[in-house]
């Protein structure tokens, strides 16, 4: 795990197996086998991988950061992307930065930018009130509380808890915890527990339920998702 940090220039990872979370102020990510995240310069995050990690870390000089989005995004990684970042990688250690070198980063770039984006991360509340709920759901995601016995431990009536947490994270409650349950279970399976031991401990009571809703999150089985972190 690497502590709270920051870079001057901006930062892509592409992980090709095992799982590798990235917090930022405020945020979470999670990038799984054939994703690529996008850290903007100046950020501030910290990271953490589940498992043995693969993959490549690029950073990006200043000026051309800012042809890109000043806000984190996760994309999937395409064939050509992969490619290209493999040949970097290889060719910056071996071989001088040259016109060949220079034509082959700008075709890494174009890639890069034409990628759809997506919005998977798991935005937490600023409101110290609404902390106090999702630091306790994120210690135990599987917490059967109701969203009554939520706003009291905030400190609010049922009616101001769901407009304040809405309001803060963009997200209902209810959307907000499954995230966070299925975001944890990705992170289990990745770290090679059994799937019923994950389904229960982030609070699915049904194997199917969860095989269900994980799959309509990740397109992936559990079990796939566990191997497909494992073996690229």
Excluded at 158 to 166: K, P
């Amino acid at each position: 795990m690497t502590k709270r940090h920051v870079h001057e220039n901006g930062q892509i990872f592409i992980v090709e197996s095992g799982v590798m979370a990235v917090m930022t102020q405020g945020t979470y990510w999670l990038v799984a086998p054939g994703q690529v995240l996008w850290l903007p310069c100046g950020l501030v995050h910290e990271a953490r991988s589940h498992g043995a990690i693969t993959g490549w870390s690029l950073y990006i000089a200043k000026d051309k950061s800012a042809g890109l989005d000043q806000t984190p995004f996760l994309a999937d990684s395409t064939r050509l992307l992969t490619a290209q970042v493999e040949r970097l990688s290889h060719h910056i250690e071996k071989t001088p930065w040259n016109a060949a070198m220079r034509r082959l980063a700008d075709c890494f770039w174009d890639e890069l930018l034409s990628i759809p984006r997506q919005s998977v991360s798991l935005p937490f509340p600023k409101d110290e009130r609404l902390k106090r709920v999702t630091k306790a759901l994120s210690t135990t995601p599987a917490d059967p509380r109701t969203q009554q016995a939520w706003a009291y431990m905030a400190g609010m009536s049922l009616r101001s808890f769901i407009r304040h947490f809405t309001a803060d994270t963009g997200l209902q409650f209810s959307v907000w915890r499954q995230r966070l349950r299925l975001l944890n279970a990705q992170e289990r399976l990745a770290r090679g527990e059994r799937v019923t031991d994950v389904a229960a401990s982030v609070g699915y009571n049904s194997l199917g339920a969860f095989a269900t809703a994980f799959q309509k999150s990740t397109g992936y089985t559990p079990s796939t998702y566990a191997h497909h972190c494992r073996i690229r």
